[in-house]
């Protein structure tokens, strides 16, 4: 996700007449949010017994942080 926020930081600098690429990440962004994490946390619940404990305090973009620091 963040490379293609990258990406489009590049493109703007380069050439700010192309602002209206923000669709690229902004779509990529959805895509990881609506497809990707919903079906890596489906196909984990059906792997490990244990993974709704885990969904329930730990954030999805930053796995390694406890959602108690953001609540």
Do not use: C, N
């Amino acid at each position: 996700m963040l490379f293609w926020w990258g990406m489009y930081l590049f493109v703007i600098a380069a050439a700010p007449a192309y602002w209206w690429t923000i669709f690229e990440p902004v779509v990529m962004t959805l895509l990881f949010f609506m497809v990707s994490v919903p079906l890596m946390d489906k196909h984990m619940m059906q792997r490990r017994a244990d993974f709704s404990e885990y969904k329930k305090h730990t954030p999805a973009l930053i796995p390694g942080i406890s959602k108690k620091r953001f609540y």
